[in-house]
């Protein structure tokens, strides 16, 4: 996969003559589809993502009327990230969680804008790259926006919180509190 602008080319007509999606990307020819190798395929995919997520009716305003992201600076902090979780790489040093709490408090994040984040995303990936890597892009991809969604819900991002405390419990009308004779209700 390529960035618009690069090796490949965006799709134009399709066999019926008619336009195709104009922010799919096509590998160049003969190159076919492979597994991402390093920052230059991260960069291609990053920036082939943000310009469809950019574009998207739904979640495009939140990147480019509330973010007013700039993706000129924003992508090489993109690819750092990447490029960190996919290879290790230890190249990335923000708060990701910190400006989506910032996102989130000028415009409610909800499930669905994570949702068709994580539609894009995985389209983006699948639309360029093929391989271990590639998976690992869109299974993590998956992970990070969970992660990111229960820290926002003010948990602790974990998948596991499961554990919980008979206070919470109680709090929560899932078991009776104690009893005036010392004992606690709701029990067999």
């Not at 066999?15 to 390093?38: K, S």
């Not at 700039?70 to 750092?80: E, F, Q, S």
């Not at 993590?140 to 229960?150: C, K, L, N, V």
Request: charged content about 25%; hydrophobic content about 40%; some cysteine.
């Amino acid at each position: 996969m390529v960035g618009v602008g690069e090796q490949g080319s965006v799709h134009g007509p399709d066999a019926t003559g008619a336009a195709a999606d104009p922010l799919a990307i096509e590998p160049a020819p003969g190159a076919g589809h492979h597994d991402l190798r390093g920052r230059d395929d991260l960069a291609a995919l990053i920036e082939a993502f943000y310009l469809r997520a950019f574009a998207d009716p739904f979640i495009g305003p939140i990147f480019t009327d509330v973010a007013k992201m700039d993706l000129a600076h924003h992508l090489p902090i993109m690819c750092d990230f990447w490029e960190s979780v996919l290879f290790d790489a230890g190249t990335y040093r923000r708060n990701a969680l910190g400006l989506h709490v910032a996102l989130d408090a000028n415009h409610p994040l909800t499930e669905a804008h994570f949702e068709r984040w994580l539609v894009l995303w995985r389209q983006t990936v699948d639309d360029g790259f093929t391989g271990d890597v590639a998976d690992r892009a869109k299974v993590q991809g998956e992970r990070i926006a969970a992660s990111i969604r229960r820290r926002l819900a003010g948990g602790t991002g974990s998948a596991y919180e499961t554990i919980t405390t008979r206070e919470r419990l109680e709090e929560g009308g899932t078991i009776d509190g104690p009893r005036s004779d010392g004992t606690t209700g709701g029990e067999g």
